[in-house]
């Protein structure tokens, strides 16, 4: 019986199925303690299996997304943040705007919440089978400048422009040069229609020429993102001031 069930844990390994064949001790056991049918045992073999293949998958789009931090919505603190409902909330989560391709703009000055927001919708969207991508502004400029000497640059790349969801933060982080505006509206032109596009920022667009330096591509820029886009202001002080740890504690 011991060597029947090994050669099936190695059959099950190359059939791809190794989570199941780890688990099958335990199946086995199962099956024979409340005496499951033939299809009982098999239902919850394939059960577990897909389970299994859901969460690596989602590990996998985790790490391509590259979070800068794992902040879920759950922790966003709504009760801070007046200037958005707490129907407009739930509205964005339910990502009916990902499905329609919808940009999102973020505006407001820094730590009012905007790159969480960003990322825990971005998590909710992987949750939900979306492809995301998340990269600070300066992170990018640096893959435009590096992408003809690097294989990394052009991976990452690539991997934004065939995502459902692309998030850029700090839009205003540090300004472009003609070459990297140009090829920053490339990128943008790429993904319009395509995909849907997060911004944060702590300027409106109407400031955005400041960095893309040519009126031309920034007029370009602003038709494809503000086409179909929400643009959404949050205010109030900074979180992490407020919340501000201190190495005096309660003294």
């Known amino acids: ?25 335990d199946f086995l056991l199962k099956a024979q303690a409340k005496d499951l049918s033939y299809q009982q045992f098999l239902s ?15 590990e996998k789009w985790l790490k391509w997304a590259a979070f800068p931090e794992y902040s879920t919505l759950d922790k966003f603190n709504l009760a801070e943040q007046q200037s958005l409902s707490k129907k407009q909330f739930q509205h ?4 009916l ?6 940009n999102l703009l ?13 990322i825990g919708l971005g998590i909710d969207a992987i949750d939900r089978g979306y492809k995301v991508s998340f ?9 435009f400048k590096t992408q003809e000497i690097s294989r990394n640059s052009r ?15 700090d839009l205003m982080f540090m300004a472009m040069d003609r070459n990297e505006a140009n090829m920053f509206f490339q990128l943008i032109n790429k993904l319009y229609g395509q995909a849907s596009i997060i911004i944060t920022s702590n300027k409106g667009p109407e400031d ?8 031309a591509i920034t007029t370009a820029i602003l038709d494809r993102i503000i086409h179909k886009s929400e643009v959404i202001h949050l205010s109030g002080d900074s979180y992490r001031i407020k919340h501000r740890e201190t190495i005096f504690g309660s003294i």
């Open 1 to 25: 019986m011991l060597e029947a069930t090994c050669e099936l844990k190695e059959q099950m390994r190359s059939l791809k199925i190794s989570e199941t064949a780890k688990a099958l001790d």
């Open 44 to 58: 919850e073999l394939v059960s577990y299996e897909l389970l299994k293949r859901e969460e690596r998958q989602r």
């Open 92 to 95: 964005l989560r339910e990502l």
């Open 97 to 102: 705007w990902v499905e329609q391709v919808y």
């Open 106 to 118: 973020l505006l407001g000055p820094p730590g009012v919440g905007k790159t969480h927001l960003a």
């Open 135 to 143: 990269i600070q502004m300066d992170t990018l400029i640096n893959l």
């Open 155 to 169: 991976t990452r790349l690539k991997r934004i422009i065939s995502s459902d969801l692309v998030i850029i933060d």
């Open 208 to 215: 955005w020429g400041e960095l893309l330096g040519d009126p």
